[in-house]
């Protein structure tokens, strides 16, 4: 069973930075696009950032110039370093990944993941 573990959340003041990480677990074959969203109170999910399995990466206007996105290919990973952090950058920040994974009947196949979400809170 697949699963993607996100940790690194947390209370920061503004100006502030954090970095996120988001472990990708399971029967995994590849990994294609790792993003990352985020919801604000009463607000959609929206994207953040992406990155493909090459490394191409994509932002938000609100968060370019200050977001990072990377991924380590070989450990599953994805991270989001976050900076110069705004109270308007609180919000629940989700993992979301494609990944082709093997499964008990030993097929293989792709779907889209989501993690559990950690909270990131900018406040003073």
């Known amino acids: 069973q697949v699963q993607l573990v996100e940790s690194g959340g947390g209370l920061v003041q503004p100006g502030g930075s954090l970095r996120l990480s988001c472990a990708a677990s399971?029967?995994?074959?590849?990994?294609?696009?790792m993003s990352w969203y985020r919801q604000a109170p009463g607000k959609q999910r929206a994207s953040v950032a992406a990155i493909t399995s090459g490394g191409r990466t994509n932002y938000a206007d609100s968060v370019k110039g200050r977001f990072t996105i990377s991924r380590d290919n070989v450990k599953n990973t994805v991270f989001l370093q976050m900076n110069s952090l705004k109270p308007e950058d609180t919000a629940v920040y989700y993992c979301n990944a494609d990944i082709d994974a093997y499964y008990s009947t030993g097929s293989r196949r792709a779907d889209n993941y989501w993690g559990q979400g950690t909270q990131v809170t900018v406040s003073s």
């Open positions: 399971g029967s995994i074959f590849s990994i294609g696009l």
